[in-house]
């Protein structure tokens, strides 16, 4: 319909503007706590931005993104406390940063445990939502324990679902230092980009869990591969997860770009965490640039669907 006519009708039945509000994207802000993705009345995501508080530091000591459950109700993404209270839902970050401290002395700060340092978010530099998906660039500051930020990240994800209903999800981050030089590395368990399921799944339904590879296709339930002692889980172009959540069972397919940092190693657990990490270094020219895709659905799925996401998301 041409958009002239659609106006019209909107002005004539205002009912309709309004049913277009109900069923799109909006977003619903919890001051200083969290921000929620709605479609319709339905929550999709949560961003948890709570100011770092030294006193309950464990809590807050970085921004992150929830995933809510195909309901709408409960999360399908771990916060914090249970089985590594450091895994975050959809998180980003690396155990070894090489950096300079206020004083200008090079210390070890680690992001991803939290310790030596930590993330803060500063501002939501930009936000859209409409009837077909929403999307947010956040601004995070790495910051040294004495405060001082070694580098900001402008962290930008989209919502959108696929036919179906699948939620995809594209994340992309520009890492960027005033500092001389900025290492980033760490190990494949400790460090990137990962995707962490409810603690549940480590409580209680672990021996559910299974990964789908691209070579070598669906594992047995509770089997996994790791790098190094796996060393074909390197450079891999996706990889897919199914866990169980509340009796629901859930299919994750990871998607890593060609054009991010290489080589790239992977990590899966029974438990629910799985992704990949790289070594990279900024410096104020060259910053960290990198962009992944989840796709979460209901789903089971087979390895020639995720060959398809795989080339849908690195078509040029």
Known sequence: MKPFLLAVLFLACPSLSLLAKHHG????????????????????????????????????????????????????????????????????????????????????????HCKGGYQTHEKVVQSHADGNGAGHTVEIAWRVDDGSIFATEQ??????????????????????TKQESVIVDGDPQHAGFQFRASNEVAAKNAKQTYYIRPKSGKDEKGKTKNWPGNKDMTNLPWKAQSVVVEEQRYFTVYLDHPD??????????????????????????????????????????DSAYCENLSKEFTAK
């Not at 070594?279 to 895709?293: D, F, G, H, L, M």
């Open 260 to 301: 991010n940092p290489k080589p790239s190693f992977y990590s899966e657990r029974d438990y629910g965490r799985f992704g990949s990490y790289f070594k990279s270094e900024a410096t104020p020219k060259k910053p960290i640039k990198i962009k992944y895709r989840l796709v979460i659905g209901i789903k089971e799925q």
């Open 25 to 112: 994207y909006s977003w619903k802000d919890e001051p200083g706590k969290h921000l929620d993705l709605m479609k319709g009345d339905k929550k999709i995501v949560r961003y948890v931005y709570e100011r770092m508080d030294p006193k309950d530091r464990e809590r807050t000591y970085k921004p992150f993104h929830h995933v809510y459950q195909a309901d709408g109700e409960g999360f399908l993404t771990k916060g914090p406390g249970g089985k590594f209270t450091h895994h975050r839902g959809i998180y980003y970050g690396f155990s070894k940063c090489s950096a300079l401290n206020a004083d200008g002395k090079k210390v070890r700060v680690d992001t991803w």
């Open 155 to 176: 962290r930008t994800l989209s919502f959108s679902h696929k036919k179906g209903g699948s939620l995809l999800i594209d994340f992309s981050s520009v890492l960027s």
